[in-house]
C-alpha cells in the first residue's frame, strides 16, 4: 500500500519513516539496492593503488607518493636506474619473460594430455588421480617452494638452481591450471562429436586430432595464457630456486631493491609486469568471447535448417 492510498482510507495511520526504511530495504522483490554502489568500491579500493602506482612509473621527480608531472625520464632518460637502461632491470625483465614462455610451452601440452586422460579414465584410482592432480591448487605456495628447494637440492642435485630448477618449479604448479580449464571445456562438449567422427569412418587419432584438438583450442589458448600470467609474476617459488643474481625475476628484484628505499623506476618495471599479465588475460578472454560467438552462430544456423527440413 502506498504513502497515498494510506492517507485517503480513513483509520489508516501512514507508516513512519523508519517503517517505510525498513520496508524498502528488506523488500526480496526489489531491485537489489547498493549492490552496484558496494561493488564500485570494492573496484575503487582495489584499483585505484595500482593505479597510482603505474602513475608514479611517469612521474617526473622521484617522489614516490607525489605526483609532480608526467615524464619518462624513469623509463629511457636516467642513465642509471631508468627501467631500459639499468641492466639489472633488463636481465630481471628477460628472465620472467623466458620462464613465463618455458613454462607455458611445457605445461600447456602435458596439461592437456593429463587432462584427456583424466577426463576418459573410468576405473580403480581414477578419482585418487583426480584429486592429486589438484593438489598443488590447495598447497600453500611457501609449502610448494621448499619442498621444490629440498627436492632440488637432495634428490635432483644434478639439476642447478637457476632458469633450470626455476622452470621445472612453475611447470610443477602450473599443469593443474590447465588441467582445470581443459577439463572444464571436456565436459562441456562430451564425446558426441568424437563418436560422430569415428561412426562417419575415422580413427580414434583422426576425430582427436580434427574434431577434439579444433573445440578445444579456446580452452588450450586461455590456459596457456593463464600460465603465462601466473609464472610472470611469481615469487615465492622463484625466490626459493633462484642461483644468483642473473636468475633474479621482476618480483625478486622488486623485493629485493624495494627494501632499500623505493623509486619510480621500480614501479616502471611492475607496471611491466602488470601490463604482461593483463595482455594475456585478456587476449585469452577476446579468443574465449570469439569463439563462443562463432559456436552459437553455428549451432543456431543448424537450428535453423533443421526447421527447413521439417
Same mark, same amino acid.
Given at each position: 500500500?502506498?504513502?497515498?492510498?494510506?492517507?485517503?482510507?480513513?483509520?489508516?495511520?501512514?507508516?513512519?519513516?523508519?517503517?517505510?526504511?525498513?520496508?524498502?530495504?528488506?523488500?526480496?522483490?526489489?531491485?537489489?539496492? &547498493?549492490?552496484? /554502489?558496494?561493488?564500485?568500491?570494492?573496484?575503487?579500493?582495489?584499483?585505484?593503488?595500482?593505479?597510482?602506482?603505474?602513475?608514479?612509473?611517469?612521474?617526473?621527480?622521484?617522489?614516490? +607518493?607525489?605526483?609532480?608531472?608526467?615524464?619518462?625520464?624513469?623509463?629511457?632518460?636516467?642513465?642509471?636506474?631508468?627501467?631500459?637502461?639499468?641492466?639489472?632491470?633488463?636481465? /630481471?625483465?628477460?628472465?620472467?619473460?623466458?620462464? *613465463?614462455?618455458?613454462?607455458?610451452?611445457?605445461?600447456?601440452?602435458?596439461?592437456?594430455?593429463?587432462?584427456?586422460?583424466?577426463?576418459?579414465?573410468?576405473?580403480?584410482?581414477?578419482?585418487?588421480?583426480?584429486?592429486?592432480?589438484?593438489?598443488?591448487?590447495?598447497?600453500?605456495?611457501?609449502?610448494?617452494?621448499?619442498?621444490?628447494?629440498?627436492? #632440488?637440492?637432495?634428490?635432483?642435485?644434478?639439476?642447478?638452481?637457476?632458469?633450470?630448477? %626455476?622452470?621445472?618449479?612453475?611447470?610443477?604448479?602450473?599443469?593443474?591450471?590447465?588441467?582445470?580449464? +581443459?577439463?572444464?571445456?571436456?565436459?562441456?562438449?562430451?564425446?558426441?562429436?568424437?563418436?560422430?567422427?569415428?561412426?562417419?569412418?575415422?580413427?580414434?587419432? &583422426?576425430?582427436?586430432?580434427?574434431?577434439?584438438?579444433?573445440?578445444?583450442?579456446?580452452?588450450? #589458448?586461455?590456459? *596457456?595464457?593463464?600460465?603465462?600470467?601466473?609464472?610472470?609474476?611469481?615469487?615465492?617459488?622463484?625466490?626459493?630456486?633462484?642461483? &644468483? %643474481?642473473?636468475?633474479?625475476?621482476?618480483?625478486?628484484?622488486?623485493?629485493?631493491?624495494?627494501? &632499500?628505499?623505493?623509486?619510480?623506476?621500480?614501479?616502471?618495471? *611492475?607496471?611491466?609486469?602488470?601490463?604482461?599479465?593483463?595482455?594475456?588475460?585478456?587476449?585469452?578472454?577476446?579468443? %574465449?568471447?570469439?569463439?563462443?560467438?562463432?559456436?552459437?552462430?553455428?549451432?543456431? *544456423? +543448424?537450428?535453423?535448417?533443421?526447421?527447413?527440413?521439417?
Amino acid at each position: 500500500m502506498s504513502e497515498a492510498t494510506a492517507r485517503s482510507l480513513p483509520g489508516v495511520q501512514p507508516a513512519s519513516l523508519a517503517a517505510r526504511l525498513r520496508g524498502w530495504i528488506s523488500n526480496p522483490w526489489a531491485r537489489p539496492r &547498493g549492490l552496484a /554502489a558496494w561493488t564500485w568500491l570494492y573496484m575503487l579500493w582495489s584499483i585505484l593503488p595500482i593505479g597510482f602506482a603505474v602513475l608514479v612509473a611517469f612521474n617526473s621527480g622521484r617522489s614516490t +607518493v607525489a605526483f609532480q608531472g608526467f615524464s619518462l625520464y624513469w623509463w629511457i632518460e636516467d642513465p642509471d636506474t631508468a627501467v631500459f637502461t639499468n641492466p639489472d632491470y633488463r636481465y /630481471a625483465v628477460l628472465q620472467s619473460l623466458k620462464l *613465463a614462455a618455458g613454462d607455458m610451452l611445457v605445461a600447456t601440452p602435458i596439461g592437456v594430455a593429463l587432462a584427456l586422460g583424466l577426463a576418459r579414465w573410468r576405473g580403480r584410482g581414477s578419482g585418487s588421480a583426480n584429486f592429486l592432480m589438484l593438489f598443488p591448487l590447495v598447497t600453500p605456495e611457501i609449502v610448494m617452494g621448499a619442498a621444490l628447494f629440498l627436492v #632440488f637440492s637432495n634428490l635432483y642435485d644434478s639439476i642447478s638452481f637457476g632458469t633450470p630448477a %626455476q622452470l621445472l618449479g612453475h611447470v610443477t604448479f602450473s599443469i593443474s591450471y590447465v588441467v582445470i580449464v +581443459v577439463r572444464g571445456r571436456l565436459f562441456a562438449i562430451g564425446r558426441e562429436y568424437e563418436e560422430a567422427a569415428m561412426d562417419l569412418g575415422a580413427s580414434p587419432t &583422426g576425430a582427436l586430432r580434427r574434431v577434439l584438438f579444433p573445440l578445444l583450442g579456446p580452452a588450450i #589458448f586461455a590456459s *596457456a595464457m593463464i600460465v603465462f600470467a601466473i609464472s610472470i609474476d611469481d615469487f615465492v617459488i622463484s625466490t626459493f630456486l633462484v642461483g &644468483g %643474481q642473473e636468475s633474479n625475476t621482476i618480483p625478486i628484484l622488486i623485493y629485493n631493491q624495494a627494501r &632499500g628505499g623505493p623509486r619510480p623506476s621500480l614501479n616502471g618495471v *611492475a607496471s611491466l609486469m602488470l601490463f604482461g599479465s593483463m595482455l594475456a588475460i585478456t587476449l585469452a578472454i577476446v579468443v %574465449q568471447r570469439r569463439f563462443n560467438r562463432r559456436e552459437a552462430a553455428g549451432r543456431s *544456423a +543448424v537450428e535453423d535448417f533443421a526447421r527447413f527440413e521439417l
